[in-house]
Each structure stands twice: as structure tokens, then as C-alpha cells.
């Protein structure tokens, strides 16, 4: 298995954890894989019924590597296509097609895809220090994972604007208050209140579970046809002189310049 990540199964429940809290939990090719591989082994797995994703160290996740992502914006990168790395984006085109549910369970920061991948999950448990951000704009970017459509429905279209747009954070309690999270609960609480949602679903008849889930969700349009044109804007935006501007300033730990980068194109 990847490093920095950790997935166990124990009664019916996948938990994924994430295990780079130095790095604020932040996604890696190895981990994408990890992930995707849980979770495509899981769909023949009878005996998994629920997956659970957490983070480590008080923070969920500070979203995709970005050095990968300036690795991908490099003019050398071209010959392959550049875009989202390909481990990340098989990993987001695999999560509209998971059959089980899917819980998440958010202490701290949880950013990009940590947000976004929270968009997919029936459940949303969150700490009160919990803030969830999606600073693709701020990084010369476009929303991913189906969020163009994920966002607007799960919080309303001006909430949603705000988010992708503004660059604003949204707390636990306005992610509670807009209908994004289930409940607010005591760090200290928060995997077991996730364990025990996921027991319970597990205890539940299984195809009675997974159809009802099924029907829940057909009114959703086809978010794989969403995440193949956010991702092709994304491709396009990489490669932009403010993109590697951000991503670089991120690296270097100083503010963006985009008028700079803009000039020198
Ligand atoms: N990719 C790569 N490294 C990251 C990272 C990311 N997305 N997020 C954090 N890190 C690294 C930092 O570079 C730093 O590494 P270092 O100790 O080797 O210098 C370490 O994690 C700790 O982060 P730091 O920025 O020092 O912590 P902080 O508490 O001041 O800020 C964040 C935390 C998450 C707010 C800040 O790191 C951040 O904004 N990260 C980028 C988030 C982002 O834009 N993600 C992409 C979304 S599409």
C-alpha cells in the first residue's frame, strides 16, 4: 500500500485514511491510486458495505500535491497531454460510479479536493474547526470532480458561487446550516460518530441499500460527462502563465503576481 495513507476494512466499513498530516494531508499520485483501487475492489466485495474518509493530525485535507500540479504545467510537460494528473483524475472519475455509500468524516481544513470529493459522499460528519475551500480560481484554475454541478446542488447556487468564485471558506456551521454537513461533532468524536452511521448502513439489507441509494440519486445528471469537461478547461488553465504563477508563489511561500506572470506570458 502507498505510503501516508492507510486502508483498513473492519466490520463491513473501507476506512480510508489519510496519513501525510506533515504535508497537511495533501494527495499524491500513490495515494490517489490507493484510493481508487480500494475503492474499485470494493465494489465485488461483499463484504464491505460503507467506505469512511478521514484525515490525520487535525486536518482532512489540504487537496491535490501541488507540486505534481506544477510538474503538469510545465512547458516540458506538454508531449503527455498535461492536465490533471492522471492519478487524480482516474481517482475522480471513479468516485460517480461507486455503488456503496460513502461518508466523510472532516476535522480541520479540507481543501480542493478535500472539499470536492466530500461533494460525492452520503454523509458528512465535520469538527467545529472544520473549513471547506475551493481555491481552484485563486490557482488559475477551474472546479473538478463534478463540483460545476455538485456545488450548486448541494448548496444552492449563490453558496455554491461563493465557494468556487469568491474563494470564501465555509465553517462547519454554515456547511451545517446550507445542508453540506450532517452534523457538528467533538474531534474527539468523530471517527466514531462516522464508524457507527457506517455500521448502521451496514446492518441494513444490502440490496434494499445500495437500490434506494441508486434512486436517491437519479435525479444527479451524468457527472462523468461534468468531470470530463471541467477537466478539459483545467488542461487548457494549467498551462497558463497565472497557474504556474500560483502554483510557484505557493511553493515559494510568497504572494502570486499574476499581472507579472501575465507579461511575461
Ligand atoms: N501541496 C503540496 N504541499 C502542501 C500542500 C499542497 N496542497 N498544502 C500544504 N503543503 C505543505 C506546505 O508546503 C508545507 O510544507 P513544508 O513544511 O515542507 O514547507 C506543509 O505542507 C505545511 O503547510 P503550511 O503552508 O506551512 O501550513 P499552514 O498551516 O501555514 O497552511 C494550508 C496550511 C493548507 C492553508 C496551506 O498549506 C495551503 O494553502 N495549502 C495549499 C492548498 C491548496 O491550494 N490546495 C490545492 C487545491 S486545488
Known amino acids: 500500500m502507498a505510503q501516508d495513507i492507510e486502508i483498513k476494512v473492519e466490520n463491513g466499513v473501507q476506512v480510508i485514511r489519510l496519513l501525510r498530516a506533515d504535508k497537511k494531508n495533501a494527495l499524491t ?7 481508487s483501487e480500494a475503492l474499485d475492489a470494493a465494489e465485488t466485495n461483499e463484504a464491505i458495505a460503507a467506505h469512511v474518509f478521514i484525515g490525520s493530525g487535525g486536518v482532512f485535507s489540504a487537496g491535490n500535491d501541488i507540486n505534481d500540479f506544477l510538474r503538469r504545467a510545465e512547458p516540458s510537460a506538454k508531449g503527455d497531454g ?22 466523510g468524516a472532516v476535522d480541520g481544513l479540507a481543501i480542493g479536493i478535500g472539499t470536492t470529493l466530500l461533494m460525492h459522499c452520503d454523509l458528512v460528519y465535520a469538527t467545529p474547526s472544520a473549513s471547506l475551500r475551493a481555491p481552484f ?21 449563490p453558496r455554491a458561487f461563493e465557494l468556487i468564485c469568491l474563494g470564501e471558506p465555509f465553517s462547519a456551521e454554515r456547511a451545517l446550516a446550507a445542508g453540506f454537513v450532517n452534523a457538528i461533532v467533538p474531534a474527539d468524536q468523530l471517527e466514531a460518530t462516522a464508524l457507527d452511521a457506517a455500521c448502521r448502513l451496514v446492518a441494513k439489507p444490502r440490496q434494499a441499500l445500495l437500490a434506494s441509494r441508486r434512486l436517491l440519486r437519479q435525479g444527479f445528471p451524468d457527472i462523468g460527462a461534468v468531470i470530463d469537461k471541467e477537466a478539459e478547461a483545467y488542461a487548457v488553465l494549467m498551462r497558463s502563465p497565472e497557474a504556474r504563477e500560483a502554483f510557484t508563489a505557493f ?15
Open 29 to 35: 499520485g500513490p495515494m490517489y491510486t490507493a484510493m
Open 251 to 265: 511553493l515559494e511561500k510568497r504572494p502570486p503576481d499574476f499581472a507579472k506572470a501575465r507579461q511575461k506570458g
Open 137 to 157: 480560481l485563486d490557482l488559475g484554475l477551474v472546479q473538478e470532480a463534478g463540483s460545476s454541478v455538485l456545488a450548486p446542488a448541494r448548496l444552492g447556487y
Open 82 to 103: 498535461g492536465g490533471i494528473p492522471a492519478p487524480s483524475l482516474d481517482f475522480i472519475r471513479r468516485l460517480p460510479k461507486v455503488t456503496k455509500p460513502m461518508i
